[in-house]
């Protein structure tokens, strides 16, 4: 008889032995194309067939379990590379879950249809943006792949993927009208959850993230005999902007909108100069498109009035523009379902605040995600961990999902 629920040991132990490969401190160190990486690709190719999946690593390391089971397929999965030196559940969670989907929703004569189960390249963005969903959405093209460079090494993509032996090999691409959508579980990677003594994330929306250099120019002089007052110090306007930044946003921000100033530099950037230039790297994150582009608007105007106030000018220029995915609403009622039969309704509606590879898929097919807590809110480090009983529920949230999406 085939398990009807997921199976918390089966699950665990395969969270455990994918931290094994690449292990640092209690963590992971596993970027991508590393030989630790790579090591988890062939891991899990290795048993997708338990779940009646054929196993394929295509031309950018996505890894793709197809079945052959007629009816319904849904797509599910995460990523197996992980930040330099961070956490053993950021990725290797979702891709466990949707494994454990398969292994117990496809052999079962009384599902109609089957889990096809990804493991998404550089989710974590070694080398680009979401590089292995992307491309199976089409959105690659060979020339991104050549202009494609690790962050850590600056080696060339084409360079990483011959040396994995993956170079020539086809990339595998979303086939129209195969799937009836996408599902992903991840750690929350924030304290909402745990604070809150939930189980469950039901994720409505993944943030798009807006990203602007804002560049002063003033005037470079000597810093022992200019004057303060006729001073055009680029630097202390920039200090100025983002003070005034903070006064002004929480005033027209939506309520989990986050902004950060990541880089300052100042030109020419010495101790006995005044500096001449300076330039900000500044990122804003919501859910709603009309927040985002309210407090753009906001911070043009500022810049403007700074420009005008003088004595130093400001400019504004977008690097970035992420749109906001939606997760379907459909999707959103399945978690909230199966949270309320098997995670005591412990569960919350809420945004996610880090970008995920269901905002890739969700442009092309409905997409859902859900969350379990991470302990402190804590990712992207080594301490990053969730209770065994929360990821067992999770697989157990997830797997009831994927069934009542593959039979509504
Ligand atoms: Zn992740």
Request: glycine fraction near 10%.
């Amino acid at each position: 008889m085939p398990d009807k629920q997921a199976n918390g040991a089966r699950v665990l132990a395969d969270l455990h032995a994918l931290r094994q490969i690449g292990a640092y401190k209690t963590g992971v160190h596993k970027p991508t194309f590393s030989e630790p990486h790579l090591r988890s690709l062939q891991w899990l190719a290795q048993r997708l067939p338990e779940a009646g999946l054929a196993a394929e690593i295509d031309g950018i390391g996505n890894v793709l379990g197809v079945s052959v089971k007629a009816g319904p397929k849904l797509l599910a999965g995460s990523h197996l590379e992980s930040q330099n030196y961070a956490g053993w559940l950021d990725g290797p969670l979702g891709v466990v879950y949707a494994l454990e989907a398969a292994r117990v929703l496809n052999p079962d004569p009384t599902v109609n249809g089957s889990v096809e189960v990804a493991s998404w390249c550089d989710e974590e963005g070694h080398f680009g943006h979401f590089l292995g969903s992307r491309s199976f959405v089409g959105a690659v093209s060979e020339a991104d792949i050549d202009a494609a460079r690790d962050r850590n090494s600056a080696a060339t993509m084409r360079e990483a993927l011959a040396a994995a032996g993956l170079a020539g090999r086809p990339r595998l691409h979303a086939e129209r009208g195969r799937h009836i959508g996408y599902l992903e579980a991840h750690i929350e990677q924030g304290e909402t959850l745990e604070s809150g003594d939930l189980k469950i994330g039901i994720v409505t929306s993944i943030v798009g993230i807006w990203q602007y250099r804002i560049t002063f120019t003033g005037e470079q002089n000597h810093a022992g005999t200019t004057r303060m007052a006729i001073r055009k110090d680029a630097g202390l306007a920039l200090a100025r902007f983002c003070v005034a930044i903070d006064d002004t946003f929480p005033k027209v921000c939506g309520p989990r909108t986050v902004w950060t100033t990541g880089r300052i530099a100042l030109d020419p950037g010495a101790p006995s100069i005044i500096p001449g230039g300076a330039e900000m790297l500044f990122q804003m994150r919501d859910a709603d498109i009309a927040v985002i582009e309210r407090l753009e608007e906001k911070l043009r105007s500022m810049a403007a009035e700074v420009t005008a106030q003088g004595p130093c000018s400001v400019t504004v220029e977008r690097l970035r523009t992420g749109t906001p995915a939606m997760m379907d609403a459909s999707f959103q009622g399945a978690i909230e379902t199966a949270s309320t039969e098997l995670a005591g309704g412990k569960s919350l509606r809420m945004p996610s605040g880090a970008g995920h590879d269901a905002q890739i898929l969700a442009t092309i097919m409905p997409a859902g995600m859900l969350f379990v807590p991470s302990i402190g809110g804590i990712s992207h480090h080594w301490t990053e961990n969730t209770d065994d009983a929360d990821i067992v529920t999770g697989a157990k949230v997830f797997v009831e999902t994927c069934r009542k999406l593959l039979t509504r």
